[in-house]
């Protein structure tokens, strides 16, 4: 069913020292609301630096869906206090507003305005807007309000050998596909959604007394097709089975004319541009999945004609849900795990994927996002049999604590084997699930509304008191001064205009 990696665990015994240097960074994403939970209309918060040229605070698709980018480090440490450092910075400089600690945002009215994110007046900046703009056309504004993390991943060149990196790190987002469901179902924290997001009847919805709908099994609706999805690998035909088919593949979407696209115009009827292009996607960024291959790149490159001059750096994370339970949307216990089921994924040989092998990997997906933890639940490891969800998290644990023990032997503590002790009692015991937890406490207590703002407020007090004690402050100052300056140097030194500067980078790019 899953391979023995008995001798591949023996060799990361051997070489354990490589385990220092796995390499991580985190984007939380985080609405702004108003003290009585409403979304804020205001916009993105002048004191805390430019949405455009800030490296740590940033907008996603609204000028109230607020993103902090935490460095790339090896100090799982560090990374938390920098997070934690970034929302009690932006807690202290806009002290009258909250963020919304739930990746669902449960508050919204038909007449609440969505301010789609503003970068200025460059080129770039009307570029990030019109792009933007163009999601909104497509997609509809509200399912863009939807928080999540991200986690950045990357083992050190010394764990692949002889390998290329880039066949290796494929290899991994391969097994995420096939088993990657575990993180929903341990992790997942949108079981209820907001009627406003339905869009067919399909689902049989409960309904508690605030009118909030939700299914008694579902772990993430976040990434479902009610949530932050767009289009599934099996209709966009992306190959994973090698970097250059990769590229190749995305590339081909991105130059392909969608029909339904095509007809909502180039234009809206002032004349004035709705969306960069009609083609399926207009940028690879809109090609949300649940792991993308990543490397890191500067101001007017291309990510895709960097991955075919250099390779795959990192990968990307993007199945988890906003912990509820921490105030900055993630704990330490979530990250080693992650690590450790990473490096299983890395470890494990992944068959190349067929087309048609998405159709059970989407229904394995789709059983635990809708239904997880529905009594001995069943899903496929290959095409002719079905497991019980229980034993294969058990099997994939089995693996997890080997690897578990080389972290702690090597680091000289029992973290990551306390974490594996923990988390495998979810499989016999899913009502520790984030999920469950968040039905329990919020949704079927009919108070969803209530404790989302309740936690906003107890975390914000918490940010605020704990700001003296930011030792990455002066650092922020710094960092939103620089910030404004350096957009007004762009600004100040744009030579083409924004139909010539389209047609220059329309081909290639720009980071998100």
């Known amino acids: 069913m899953i391979e023995d990696i008995s001798k591949k665990i023996t060799w990361l015994e051997n070489n354990s020292s490589i385990l220092k240097n796995i390499n991580r960074g985190l984007e939380r994403e985080t609405l702004r609301i108003k003290k009585n939970g409403n979304f804020s209309n205001k916009n993105h918060p002048y004191e805390i630096g430019s949405a455009?040229?800030?490296?740590?605070?940033?907008?996603?698709?609204?000028?109230?869906?607020?993103?902090?980018?935490?460095?790339?480090?090896?100090?799982?440490?560090?990374?938390?206090?920098?997070?934690?450092?970034?929302?009690?910075?932006?807690?202290?400089?806009?002290?009258?507003?909250?963020?919304?600690?739930?990746?669902?945002?449960?508050?919204?009215?038909?007449?609440?305005?969505?301010q789609i994110a503003k970068y200025g007046s460059s080129n770039y900046g009307k570029f990030k807007t019109l792009y933007r703009k163009g999601l909104k056309l497509r997609?509809?504004?509200?399912?863009?309000?939807?928080?999540?993390?991200?986690?950045?991943?990357?083992?050190?060149?010394?764990?692949?050998?002889?390998?290329?990196?880039?066949?290796?790190?494929?290899?991994?987002?391969?097994?995420?596909?096939?088993?990657?469901?575990?993180?929903?179902?341990?992790?997942?924290?949108?079981?209820?959604?907001?009627?406003?997001?339905?869009?067919?009847?399909?689902?049989?919805?409960?309904?508690?007394?605030?009118?909030?709908?939700?299914?008694?099994?579902?772990?993430?609706?976040?990434?479902?097709?009610?949530?932050?999805?767009?289009?599934?690998?099996?209709?966009?035909?992306?190959?994973?089975?090698?970097?250059?088919?990769?590229?190749?593949?995305?590339?081909?979407?991105?130059?392909?004319?969608?029909?339904?696209?095509?007809?909502l115009g180039i234009k809206n009827k002032f004349g004035e541009l709705q969306q960069l292009n009609t083609n399926i996607l207009q940028l690879e960024n809109e090609l949300y999945t649940q792991i993308r291959p990543k490397r890191k790149i500067n101001y007017g490159e291309s990510l895709l004609s960097e991955l075919e001059k250099k390779g795959i750096e990192y990968i990307e994370i993007r199945s988890l849900d906003i912990n509820p339970f921490s105030s900055i949307g993630i704990n330490k216990n979530q990250i080693l795990l992650l690590d450790l089921f990473l490096i299983w994924c890395a470890l494990i040989k992944a068959p190349k994927i067929k087309k048609t092998d998405f159709l059970i990997i989407n229904k394995n997906w789709n059983k635990i996002i809708f239904e997880g933890r529905k009594p001995n639940q069943k899903i496929y490891i290959n095409k002719e049999k079905k497991y019980e969800l229980k034993y294969i998290g058990q099997r994939i644990f089995q693996d997890l604590k080997k690897i578990a023990k080389i972290f702690d032997n090597q680091l000289k503590n029992s973290e990551y084997q306390k974490v594996c002790d923990k988390k495998?009692?979810?499989?016999?015991?899913?009502?520790?699930?984030?999920?469950?937890?968040?039905?329990?406490?919020?949704?079927?207590?009919?108070?969803?509304?209530?404790?989302?703002?309740?936690?906003?407020?107890?975390?914000?007090?918490?940010?605020?008191?704990?700001?003296?004690?930011?030792?990455?402050?002066?650092?922020?100052?710094?960092?939103?001064?620089?910030?404004?300056?350096?957009?007004?140097?762009i600004e100040k030194n744009e030579n083409l205009s924004l139909k010539d500067y389209l047609k220059k980078i329309i081909n290639s790019p720009m980071p998100n």
């Open 52 to 114: 455009l040229t800030n490296t740590w605070i940033t907008t996603d698709f609204s000028e109230n869906l607020l993103e902090f980018i935490t460095p790339t480090t090896n100090n799982i440490n560090y990374l938390l206090k920098f997070l934690k450092d970034l929302h009690s910075f932006v807690a202290y400089k806009n002290q009258k507003e909250r963020m919304w600690p739930f990746s669902i945002p449960y508050s919204y009215k038909k007449s609440t305005k969505i």
């Open 424 to 489: 495998i009692l979810f499989f016999q015991y899913p009502e520790l699930t984030y999920s469950e937890q968040f039905l329990k406490l919020f949704v079927k207590k009919n108070k969803i509304k209530q404790k989302g703002l309740y936690l906003a407020n107890k975390y914000h007090k918490n940010f605020i008191d704990k700001f003296k004690f930011n030792t990455n402050k002066k650092k922020f100052e710094y960092e939103a001064i620089r910030s404004h300056n350096q957009q007004i140097k």
């Open 139 to 263: 997609y509809g504004d509200l399912k863009h309000t939807i928080s999540g993390i991200h986690y950045n991943f990357s083992l050190p060149k010394t764990f692949w050998g002889k390998k290329n990196i880039s066949d290796g790190y494929l290899n991994l987002i391969r097994n995420y596909y096939k088993f990657g469901w575990i993180v929903p179902y341990l992790f997942g924290a949108s079981p209820a959604i907001s009627k406003h997001f339905l869009n067919n009847k399909k689902y049989k919805f409960k309904k508690n007394k605030e009118g909030i709908l939700y299914l008694p099994w579902a772990t993430s609706l976040r990434i479902s097709d009610l949530g932050h999805t767009n289009i599934s690998n099996i209709d966009l035909n992306i190959e994973l089975n090698d970097l250059q088919s990769y590229i190749q593949s995305l590339k081909k979407i991105m130059q392909t004319p969608s029909k339904k696209f095509s007809n």
